[in-house]
């Protein structure tokens, strides 16, 4: 099989920089096209600044970085500096980066690579808010067809919200955003918190990527450290949810992913529960499914495959 084209749309954020090295670490299985920033974690500047920090830290001044669209479609940003630190990226102390930014924009870069690529070539990989894909997705529809797959972190069904009682934070940013993906016909594969909420650092699994010695280890290392101690006192779980390197190692092994197939839907309207996905689960109505909803993670074997691949960067 050759690799799967992907490009990663995303807000680093520590979680995301761990999706990234992960997809660059694994070149059998994933070719990085390029990396699209968009505003969520913290606003534009940073997340285009973050995108090419990681990348330097895994040795590919070579991957093209583009900055996106700096709020949501219809709404104010919201940004989550309580979980990811000032910079998005708190924790290591890692260089200024010194490889530029792409001068084209983000959702002009996700058009042209999809007109330009045969159809069904390239997967979009995104992590944060949904705003540069619905952007895209309005500007060249005839760009949806043509989208091998979208594997996205966002949404919970049953955890539901992490950033209201009802919403995941990625969806809750830019939740018009996120219903015009769902509702866009390109297959969808979801990485809610049902999932990645199994995805949990803990103590000896964080030490494991210490151990690894280089300075992708420590740093991821370190990056775990930070947003850890906000999660543990938020959920008094054992460790940091890892949720968006889930999109890259379901890319490498699927099999250790499972959910269901259903439909998803956003919601857009209602102040108490916005953002909200309500996934049809348990099949209660006759609503066309449309994304692959996952539910369940083998944790050690995601664990293992991380700190493989992450030792070879
Ligand atoms: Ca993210």
Same mark, same amino acid.
């Given at each position: ?17 761990? #999706? ?24 534009l500047p940073l997340t285009a600044r973050n995108a090419r920090v990681v990348c330097e830290l895994a040795g590919r001044r070579d991957i093209p970085v583009f900055a996106g669209c700096e709020r949501p479609l219809e709404r104010p940003l919201v940004t989550a500096e309580?979980?990811?630190?000032? %910079? ?67 949404? #919970? ?9 009802? #919403? ?7 939740? +018009? ?18 999932? %990645? ?7 000896? &699994?964080? +030490?494991?990527? &210490? ?12 990056? %775990? ?34 959910? &269901? ?18 996934a049809d689960w348990w099949g209660v109505t006759d609503r066309a499914p449309n994304a692959t909803f996952m539910g369940a993670l083998d944790a050690p074997g995601f664990f293992a495959l991380l700190t493989e691949r992450l030792a070879r960067l």
């Amino acid at each position: 099989m050759p690799p799967r084209r992907i490009i990663i749309d995303t807000d680093p954020g520590q979680d995301d920089a761990v #999706a990234i090295l992960l997809a660059l670490a694994s070149p059998e299985e994933i070719e990085v096209l390029g990396i699209t920033a968009v505003a969520g974690n913290v606003p534009l500047p940073l997340t285009a600044r973050n995108a090419r920090v990681v990348c330097e830290l895994a040795g590919r001044r070579d991957i093209p970085v583009f900055a996106g669209c700096e709020r949501p479609l219809e709404r104010p940003l919201v940004t989550a500096e309580h979980v990811h630190g000032r %910079t998005g990226l708190d924790g290591p102390v890692l260089p200024e980066p010194t490889m530029p930014l792409q001068d084209a924009h983000a959702v002009d870069f996700i058009v042209e690579t999809l007109r330009a690529e045969a159809p069904g070539a390239v997967t979009l990989c995104p992590l944060g808010p949904l705003t540069n894909i619905a952007t895209a997705f309005r500007q060249a529809p005839d760009i949806v067809d043509r989208v091998a797959g979208i594997i996205l972190m966002g949404g #919970a069904y049953f955890e539901v919200g992490n950033i209201t009682p009802a #919403a995941e934070f990625n969806i809750y940013v830019d939740p +018009e955003a996120a219903d015009i993906v769902f509702r866009s016909g390109a297959p969808l594969t979801v990485m809610p918190l049902d999932v %990645t909420h199994k995805a949990l650092v803990t103590r000896p &699994r964080n +030490e494991a990527f &210490r151990a690894i010695g280089t300075p992708v280890g420590r740093a991821v290392a370190e990056m %775990t450290d930070f947003f850890e101690r906000f999660d543990k006192e938020k959920y008094g779980s054992e460790g940091a949810p890892l949720h968006d390197p889930c999109v890259t190692a379901y890319l490498i092994r699927p099999d250790l992913f499972s959910g &269901r197939f259903v439909n998803v839907e956003v919601e857009t309207v209602s102040e108490l529960t916005m953002g909200m996905t309500v996934a049809d689960w348990w099949g209660v109505t006759d609503r066309a499914p449309n994304a692959t909803f996952m539910g369940a993670l083998d944790a050690p074997g995601f664990f293992a495959l991380l700190t493989e691949r992450l030792a070879r960067l």
